[in-house]
């Protein structure tokens, strides 16, 4: 180890947040409203309004979201799902939670994300809906997923749990992922995203049918909200026609999102940033390869990933970047190696598990300066070299 390396201790991620997030959570706590109410509803009609969607719902987190955008698909026993396993867990248990089966198709390396031409070959008449995912806020390839899944009748949920602030090229314009490109997009507010509410996550669609479902499911399937009972200059006996659940948002966490959400322009440009730069810097350091974003996508950045050389053991790497103090994490993982989802006859899915294999995710946040990412690709130059 380097002189320098014990100068720097650089984590992987670190969220921007600071006195406006502490003000503005002083608004609910002062009111007495501290659970789902106007921070919420103001926190949905401001990401709608970002996105370009028509409908906004806050939930507890990106995976009650997806739960909830499968449930209001019809998705029930003995149907299938498509979608990928190379992505958090989460992906695929939403489809479990719902005693469906998630069916597994390979990523395109390049992006990491759902390779459009593995998906007419998995359609089945069991299959319900496609599940893709815009992996660390690249965009994935939606024209040709919704080309396919239209042939098909086959609607489409966006798992946009890392793309927020991240946009797509549709019909000649520059359009946010979010606006539901598909029939659902779903995102997560966790820490490790681009924005945070602590934790936290969002629906949007242009449908109302969808929208008035999201609503009516995340709150126990109560008839009346609490809002309108709570104002209401008569009383109000609210029913409970649907089995729903209990996934709703705080108003001290949407107060926190939005003073989060008008940061997010200057996150994602930090992030932008920080990206072209990692492209530079580590574009001379042989047998590495970098990610690629293609022309009609940009992403956020929420994490950067590189793909080792074949030679080098992934686990040694990451060890000698912690061991110069920087903080790095394996590849996105699969699902199909877990125990739940592991099977006699296994999987074919080549370069989801290269990807967990063979990449690691190095450190990447607004606040990181020149400095900062100048040693880590040191740090990463030395390992490797």
Known sequence: MTTAAKQMTI??????????EAEASRRPIMSGWLTQGPEVAAFEQEFAAYTGATYATAVSNCTTALHLALLTLGVAPGDEVITVSHSYVATANVVRYCHATPVFVDIEPATSNLDPTKIAAAITPQTRAILCVHQMGMPCDLAAILTIAQEHGVPVIEDAACASGSEILWQGKWQKIGQ????????????????TTGDGGMITTNNPEYNAQFRLLRQHGMSVN??????ANQVIFEEHAVIGYNY?????????GREQ???LPTIVAARRRLGARYQQLLAAIPGLTLPHEPSWARTNWQSFWVRLPDHLDQREVMQGMLDRGVATRRGIMCAHREKPYQRDDGYDL???????????????YPQMTDEEQEYVVAMLTEVLL
């Open 11 to 20: 984590p992987l991620t670190r969220p921007l947040v600071g006195e406006a």
């Open 261 to 263: 959400l008008k940061r």
């Open 350 to 364: 080549p370069e989801s598990e290269r990807a967990q294999d063979r990449n690691i995710i190095l450190p990447m």
């Open 248 to 256: 709703r948002m705080t108003d001290v966490q949407a107060a926190i």
């Open 180 to 195: 539901a490109h598909g029939d659902i997009a779903c995102f997560s507010f966790h820490p490790r995203k681009v924005i």
């Open 226 to 231: 609490d809002r309108v009972r709570h104002s």
